[in-house]
């Protein structure tokens, strides 16, 4: 063993290795009876494409750059693609492509032909949940039109396009299954026997997360819905997805007792303390897929999550075994085959197939492969810390490791807290080389899921409601101060870094706590005041009347919370970064921030990316990104880091 300080440790784990392990499998799905599902591509623009897995298990790429395989639906996206077999026993697929947002129909062997019209007004015309109906000539999917240039000037409806191109240069071919009643829908879920329909539906100012709506209609032998009903939800209940059992009985995961469960014609299958559902930030998410049987694939757990087969009469829950402790909100099954998208700490995502017989689960898509030995890879550790007034605050914790190097005796390790997403979201306990990338060098990482997080129940996640920039700030801050109180970090040397709503808390907590020497902030939202007054997109549009309370009310606390209040107080070295594409957390937000902090003596940089959006997908912006923050702690923390480009600090 080699002794050295801590964050000058080297490591086989570089940025570049870190960006090309970015990302994950999505969205699986059959086509006949293969197995297909999204993948990303960060040296490939940070596109990504369709996979199928023949039945020799070979893995095949079906569409080649510059197509890429994503919905802008709400921004965040949807379920892009859907696949059947043909009457001439190819595949039939169809898919919306990122950059013009129409529909495409695709025959492997051909070229992807559009199915929708181009709009120019505003954002479009964008599609999501597709429902592949060959039968009738149609696709069934979500349809979100913009009517002017506003990014709340837009409506969104079940619709019907036709498969054989005839909408692809005329608007009016696209048939709208219902009256835009609701501002926000999901994809049509359609009964075994053809003649009902479910789908979910909100409007403003709940989130999915708050309350939704169970709508039901009935099919006539047009194609057209009648008796559009509730059939449950509601402003306080949040259903997160509907299905139809092989027997035609309704299914859906609702948090009516506080936690997401899974109930059949409204009576509970397994009542439990642990999530059967989450939060609905993309349109298509699936955490159970009932099987032909009348058995239910669901992914389930508490904080982290299991692939498990739900047996409705008994109420039991068989989980899969194998090493994966995290399924993503994905499933897809055919007869009694299921496949899902698993990871853990010592692999990344791999699609999973599970026979629902035999009990066996495989590998069957995206093999995890070690990279670099994995000897180097972090040991998380589960804890639960104690927050202000004795909250509990849940958190994984990764200590600095590897195999050749430890510190000398007496020096604790800088630590670097990361704050997730959303708000209304959780750090995944997987494999991740951006983390491993600090802590192969002697950097420790600490990921909190503060109050508001998922996976903990419905009284968790409100423990931000009107907290937003309190609740976080403190969790985070609570995490920090244990470790170093506890002996376990070096309180003159923590950081904390987040993006998005992460990149708010991190910002929030340089700006309100003394507690950290430096930190990284990534598309974050900065100034709430003109976020939450048409700044950002409609999905969020109104997120901040439960995260903050109504503007119009509480117009104060909004410039209370806001980091780009106070400026002044900022004293911490700090790296802001930004893609300049971002609808979401617009750049906007950045500059009058960096504004109030240019001249005040506090050492920062800024990295603007073009053609990144929210959240960065391309290898090279992940690797800039990535080497910018480690050398931020470099300077502040006193690390010697040879082979990184220093991050130019300026006042």
């Not at 085959?337 to 699609?351: I, L």
């Amino acid at each position: 063993m080699r002794t050295t300080a801590y964050g000058s440790w080297p490591s086989p784990i570089d940025a570049a290795l870190a960006a090309a392990h970015d990302g994950h499998p999505d969205w699986v799905g059959f086509v006949g009876d293969e197995t297909w599902w999204t993948e990303p591509r960060p040296g490939e623009g940070g596109r990504r494409t369709l996979v199928r897995r023949a039945a020799d298990g070979a893995e095949e790429s079906v569409l080649p750059a510059p197509w890429n395989v994503r919905s802008r639906v709400i921004e965040y996206g949807g379920r892009p693609w859907a696949g059947t077999m043909g009457d001439d026993g190819r595949p039939l697929v169809v898919f919306t492509h990122f950059a013009d947002q129409r529909l495409y129909r695709y025959e492997p062997g051909g070229e992807p032909s559009p199915l929708t019209p181009l709009s120019a007004v505003g954002g479009g015309l964008r599609w999501a949940e597709p429902l592949l109906r060959p039968e009738r000539g149609e696709v069934w999917c979500v349809l979100e039109e913009f009517t002017g240039e506003g990014p709340g000037e837009v409506r969104r409806v079940p619709a019907a396009v036709p498969l054989d191109g005839s909408a692809a240069t005329d608007r009016a071919a696209v048939r709208e299954l219902t009256d835009a009643r609701h501002r926000f829908v999901t994809g049509p879920r359609l009964s075994p026997d053809g003649r009902s329909v479910v789908w979910l539906a909100w409007d403003h100012p709940r989130m999915p997360w708050d309350g939704t709506e169970l709508v039901r209609a009935e099919v006539a032998d047009d194609g057209t819905l009648h008796g559009v009903r509730t059939v449950a939800g509601g402003p306080r209940e949040a259903i997160a997805q509907a299905d139809w059992s092989a027997d035609g009985r309704l299914l859906y995961a609702s948090d009516r007792t506080g936690w997401w469960n899974l109930y059949r014609d409204g009576t509970p299958l397994c009542p439990r303390e642990e999530e059967f559902g989450g939060p609905l930030w993309t349109l298509g998410q699936n955490w159970f897929a009932p099987l032909d049987s009348g058995l239910v694939a669901v992914v389930h757990g508490r904080g982290s999550t299991r692939l498990g087969i739900l047996d409705p009469d008994s109420g039991e829950v068989v989980d899969a075994a194998g090493p994966w402790t995290e399924f993503a909100p994905t499933l897809a099954a055919l007869g009694e085959k299921v496949v899902a998208v698993g990871a853990s700490p010592r692999s990344a995502h791999e699609v999973v197939e599970l026979d629902a017989v035999t009990g066996r689960a495989r590998v069957v898509g995206a093999p995890h492969q070690d990279p670099v030995d994995p000897a180097y890879y972090p040991e998380p550790q589960i804890r639960t810390f104690t927050g202000p007034a004795g909250r509990e605050v849940h958190a994984h914790i990764y200590p600095p490791h590897h195999p050749g190097c430890v510190a000398p005796g007496g020096e604790l390790p800088p630590y670097v807290i990361w704050a997730h997403g959303g708000p209304t979201s959780r750090a995944p306990l997987v494999l991740d080389l951006a983390i491993a990338y600090f802590t192969s060098r002697g950097i420790g990482v600490a990921e909190v899921d503060y109050g508001g997080s998922t996976g903990h129940g419905r009284a968790y996640r409100e423990r931000l409601r009107e907290q937003w920039g309190v609740v976080d700030v403190e969790d985070c801050a609570a995490v920090a101060l244990a470790l170093a109180d506890e002996g376990t970090a070096d309180r003159d040397r923590l950081a904390i870094r987040g993006g998005s709503a992460g990149g708010w808390t991190a910002a929030a907590s340089l700006t309100t706590t003394d507690v950290y020497a430096c930190g990284t902030i990534a598309y974050p939202v900065l100034d709430l005041t003109s976020w939450g007054s048409g700044e950002t997109h409609d999905f969020e549009s109104r997120y901040l009347e439960s995260l903050i309370g109504p503007l119009d009310q509480v117009p104060a606390r909004y410039a209370e919370r806001s980091p780009s209040e106070h400026a002044d107080r900022l004293t911490a070295p700090f790296l802001l970064l930004q893609g300049l594409d971002d609808v979401i957390c617009p750049p906007a937000q950045c500059a009058r921030f960096l504004a109030r902090v240019r001249g005040r003596g506090v050492p920062h940089a800024y990295l603007a990316f073009e053609g990144e959006g929210h959240g960065f997908r391309r290898a090279d912006t992940m690797v800039r990104a990535l080497e910018a923050e480690l050398s931020l702690y470099a300077q502040v923390f006193g690390l010697r880091v040879p082979g990184i480009p220093e991050l130019e600090l300026i006042t």
